[in-house]
């Protein structure tokens, strides 16, 4: 088990948004700042008789509609309380000095529940933990979930850790040196909550993670705010040109999840698909195989959507009676507010619209809907003869065609197909479009993980050169003569000692050792010396007269234990007489 001493939180189970939805928290029987005595006091309880509750929300495959991962939680059952979310506590645990013990309480439960599913044959699943800020910091972070990991046999790229920009920012100068030690350890790592903190998009490029979490703030109105649709898709295209995955938190509803499939976001989290579930209830989840419907999937063709929008019934009837044969999935609004209430709720391909509506005009209507909605096809179908508004309209890129009541049944029919063949013709192109960037992001990632294995290689050898540079001057200095030979045989290296002892013999360096220096070899007969077992690549020894003195010469194969090659000769005076 990880032993946690310390206060300082290991993991913080739940962000600042807890889950990152905009669902209400569990209801108190009464204020807790009533009684956070009685709260703090109550978590040593809690830790002793398994009053913790670790639940789990699917993040959701937008490719194949399947649940990919699952994000912990941590919930406390109060006997009087009833269920208390993260953010309801973990500031008391940490000032009971107990935030250390329920995180290690948290990872041991994640950690062990995975096994469960794994063993279950949910062999792919993987599961995210938050890591919280004062942790981050700590180096000794990483070994504590690498012991958890190796305990429970787990495999390190199962674990996701999210980390927060606060996080970041507070790590200051260690920052680069904790996320390159977590994926040293083969852990996946998350950007979470992006854009609620105060990360630099210099940085950024640098930083080994593996995917961006969209925070809950910017999805609330992506289908709503034209300004909030920008950001996501700036962050979609951003986190993909970096290499990295794109999770969006806190989707509500299916426009939400339907805008986040059309702009390439990769997984969603949220209401829409499931809330947070016991482990039991996710192995049930899992098990009845749910996943999102086909129309939410990213490369799915959807049925042709029609939103017919007039005050007058008898128009829409007769508009659905005529179209109904074409095969169309038709929705109706009775003005322009109700359209674009339908159309946050229900994607649609084309619209017709009347002009003169309460409430607003129907030009006015779809120069909102192109501001919201732009790759809908829109007509306008209007008796109405006053055209300046109309023509405004045309002008602006808002209305695709004008035509006029009473209509052409035919004419009327042939201008809808056409309306449709453009938007399929469109949707074919974002659909090829798709699979480019997607195609794009798995070589951006690709790219950045060779980087980054180039970049350790290139520290590698600066640590290697450094290394040999400490040996040499080391070599360098010893009294005791020592030559290097290459694989070749060739002498590579000679020191000080060496070079006195062998002033008389010429240019050594870049010459065969056995022709210049013929006396340090043995002769061909001779081999380990008695009495050693014989060992792979074993040192050599043997005795040689050098200058009217007898040394020792040992001849040590290098390679045994490292990537090098050649051979180290060392001489040394034995005081015997030649």
């Not at 010469?553 to 040394?572: D, H, N």
Request: with cysteine.
């Amino acid at each position: 088990m990880i032993t946690a001493p310390s206060p300082r939180s290991l993991f913080a189970p739940a962000s600042l948004a807890d889950d990152g939805v905009a669902a209400p928290a569990p209801k108190l029987a009464s204020p807790p700042a009533a009684d956070d005595g009685d709260l703090g006091a109550g978590l040593r309880r809690a830790l002793a008789s398994d009053e913790l509750v670790l639940l789990y929300q699917p993040l959701v495959d937008l490719q194949t509609g399947a649940v990919a991962s699952l994000e912990a939680l941590v919930r406390w059952r109060h006997p009087v309380h009833g269920l208390l979310a993260a953010r309801e506590f973990l500031a008391l645990a940490d000032a009971a000095g107990l935030a250390g013990a329920i995180d290690e309480w948290v990872l041991a439960r994640a950690c062990r529940d995975l096994r469960a599913w794994h063993a279950a044959g949910l062999d792919q699943l993987k599961v995210a933990i938050n890591v919280a800020p004062s942790q981050f910091r700590d180096p000794a972070c990483g070994a504590g979930v690498a012991a958890m990991l190796k305990e429970c046999d787990i495999a390190p790229d199962m674990l996701t850790l999210e980390v927060t920009e606060s996080a970041l920012t507070q790590a200051g100068a260690e920052c680069d040196a904790r996320l390159a030690g977590f994926k040293a350890s083969g852990l996946s790592l998350t950007l979470d909550d992006f854009g609620t903190g105060y990360a630099s998009l210099s940085n950024l490029k640098r930083y080994p993670f593996d995917a961006l979490k969209i925070d809950a703030h910017f999805i609330r109105d992506v289908v709503t705010s034209g300004h909030d649709a920008a950001m996501c898709k700036t962050l979609i295209a951003m986190a993909h040109h970096l290499g990295m995955k794109v999770v969006a938190e806190g989707v509500e509803t299916e426009a939400q999840c339907d805008f986040l499939r059309r702009n390439m976001c990769d997984l969603i989290q949220g209401y829409f698909f499931s809330p947070p579930l016991a482990a039991d209830e996710v192995g049930n989840l899992l098990a009845g195989g749910r996943a999102l419907a086909p129309h939410l999937r990213r490369m799915h063709k959807p049925p042709r959507r029609l939103l017919l929008v007039d005050d007058e019934p008898n128009i829409v009837s007769a508009l659905k009676r005529l179209l109904r044969a074409d095969q169309y999935e038709i929705h109706t609004a009775n003005d322009g507010q109700q359209g674009l209430e339908l159309l946050a709720r229900q994607p649609v391909d084309v619209i017709i619209s009347d002009q003169r509506m309460p409430g607003m005009l129907g030009a006015d209507f779809l120069r909102k809907a192109k501001q919201q909605y732009p790759e809908t096809i829109r007509i306008m179908l209007s008796g109405y003869t006053e055209l300046q508004s109309v023509t405004d309209a045309v002008n602006e890129g808002a209305i695709y065609k004008f035509l006029t009541k009473p209509w052409d049944d035919e004419l009327l029919r042939g201008h809808v197909a056409e309306a449709f063949r453009l938007k399929e013709i469109a949707d074919d192109n974002q659909r090829l479009n798709m699979e480019v960037r997607s195609a794009n992001r798995e070589l951006a990632a690709a790219n950045r993980q060779l980087g980054e294995l180039l970049l350790e290689k290139q520290r590698q050898i600066r640590r290697d050169e450094v290394s040999l540079s400490v040996a040499r001057e080391l070599l360098q200095h010893l009294p005791l003569p020592v030559i290097g030979m290459d694989d070749a045989g060739m002498i590579a290296f000679i020191n000080g000692a060496a070079e006195g002892l062998f002033s008389h013999s010429g240019a050594l360096l870049g010459n065969e050792a056995s022709s210049v220096l013929p006396q340090l070899f043995a002769p061909p007969a001779s081999g380990p010396v008695a009495g050693e077992p014989p060992r792979h690549a074993s040192p050599s020894r043997h005795l040689a007269d050098i200058d009217g003195r007898r040394y020792a010469v040992v001849v040590y194969p290098m390679g045994e234990s490292s990537a090098s090659r050649g051979s180290l000769i060392t001489l040394s005076l034995t005081g015997e007489a030649p």
